[in-house]
C-alpha cells in the first residue's frame, strides 16, 4: 500500500457510526489528530502527549474545536 502525502488528505473529515446512529464526528487529521462527538463535543485524542505539551494542548484545544465546529457548520449547511 502507498503512503498518502498530507497535503492531499483533506484538514477535516465528517464521519459516523452505525452502532451509535444518533452521533456524527469531525476527524481531524493534522496534527493533533482527534475525533471530536458533535453530538456532545466529546473529543478522543489519536494522539499521545507528553507532560509538557499537555499544557499547551490544552490551552490550545479549544480553539481546535471551535474550527471543527465550524468545519461541520459550514459543510451542513452547503447540503441543505
Not at 492531499?8 to 451509535?20: G, M, R, V, W
Not at 509538557?52 to 494542548?57: F, G
Request: zero cysteines; hydrophobic letters at 35%.
Amino acid at each position: 500500500m502507498s503512503k498518502i502525502k498530507n497535503e492531499f488528505l483533506p484538514k477535516y473529515l465528517i464521519a459516523d457510526n452505525s452502532k451509535h446512529p444518533e452521533s456524527i464526528y469531525v476527524v481531524h487529521t493534522e496534527y493533533p489528530r482527534f475525533i471530536l462527538n458533535v453530538s456532545n463535543d466529546n473529543i478522543y485524542w489519536l494522539e499521545e502527549f507528553s507532560k509538557e505539551d499537555e499544557n499547551e494542548i490544552l490551552d490550545t484545544s479549544e480553539a481546535w474545536i471551535d474550527n471543527a465546529l465550524k468545519f461541520y457548520d459550514s459543510e451542513i449547511r452547503s447540503i441543505k
